[in-house]
């Protein structure tokens, strides 16, 4: 049973920074890519940023330059730092891996609980 806990939202004001966490436990064999994901009321889940497991990067246009995700292998876990916040970046965040939970299964999507970000203005 693989679990992804998020932590780190919260409220905070315009110009501001958080720091989410999500960390997979369970049996995990490897963790492929892990995203994060946005979405705020009203609106479709949309994509924030990426990370491959060699390291390689990739945002939405609207966070670049604000936003960092990095990860820690050793301890399965994703960040996502975020800095200069803005009203906009309201929503409630989720993190997604790819991973095997042993050598023999093929790669499966899980999703965290989500956690909420709220920037005031």
């Known amino acids: 049973q693989v679990q992804l806990v998020e932590s780190g939202g919260g409220l905070v004001q315009a110009g501001g920074s958080l720091r989410l966490s999500c960390a997979a436990s369970g049996t995990i064999f490897s963790i492929n890519d892990l995203y994060w994901y946005r979405q705020a009321p009203g609106k479709q889940r949309e994509l924030v940023a990426a990370?491959?497991?060699?390291?390689?990067?990739n945002y939405a246009d609207s966070v670049k330059g604000r936003f960092t995700i990095s990860r820690d292998n050793a301890k399965n876990t994703v960040y996502l730092q975020m800095n200069s916040l803005k009203p906009e970046d309201t929503a409630v965040y989720y993190c997604n891996a790819v991973l095997r939970g042993d050598y023999s299964s093929p790669p499966h999507d899980y999703w965290g609980q989500g956690t909420q970000v709220t920037v005031s203005s």
């Open positions: 990370i491959t497991t060699g390291g390689s990067t």
